[in-house]
Nanobody, 121 residues
Framework: QVQLVESGGGLVQPGGSLRLSCTASTSKTLKNYALAWFRQAPGKERESVAC????????TYGNSVKGRFTISNDAAQKTWYLQMRNLKAQDTAVYYC?????????????WGKGTLVTVSS
């Protein structure tokens, strides 16, 4: 079992930056796991933001965040991050981290409960 806890959400002005963290509580090493961030804005479907395939060291980003968001991983701390820059009002959403033993998908095995990011002046 893997329990995930997100942190770092809050209120930020347009153009600002924020870093989200996701820490896993588990006896597993998460080696070769896929590590991801998703978001869901009010009234909208959940969308994939970023996913890191640790087995391949490859990363994919959602089109709306490419060039502004960066996913990274601290394997020793079982923590991964989402650095968000040049934030826009449309980035306002609840952000969820997720992980899966196999791959990135919309149906990953373990999920956090989410952290709210609000971009507003």
């Amino acid at each position: 079992q893997v329990q995930l806890v997100e942190s770092g959400g809050g209120l930020v002005q347009p153009g600002g930056s924020l870093r989200l963290s996701c820490t896993a509580s588990t006896s597993k090493t998460l080696k070769n796991y896929a590590l991801a961030w998703f978001r869901q804005a009010p009234g909208k479907e959940r969308e994939s933001v970023a996913c890191l395939r640790t087995s391949e060291d490859s990363i994919t980003y959602g089109n709306s965040v490419k060039g502004r968001f960066t996913i990274s991983n601290d394997a020793a701390q079982k923590t991964w991050y989402l650095q968000m820059r040049n934030l826009k009002a449309q980035d306002t959403a609840v952000y969820y981290c997720a992980t899966d033993p196999w791959t990135c998908s919309d149906d990953m095995t373990f999920w956090g409960k989410g952290t709210l990011v609000t971009v507003s002046s």
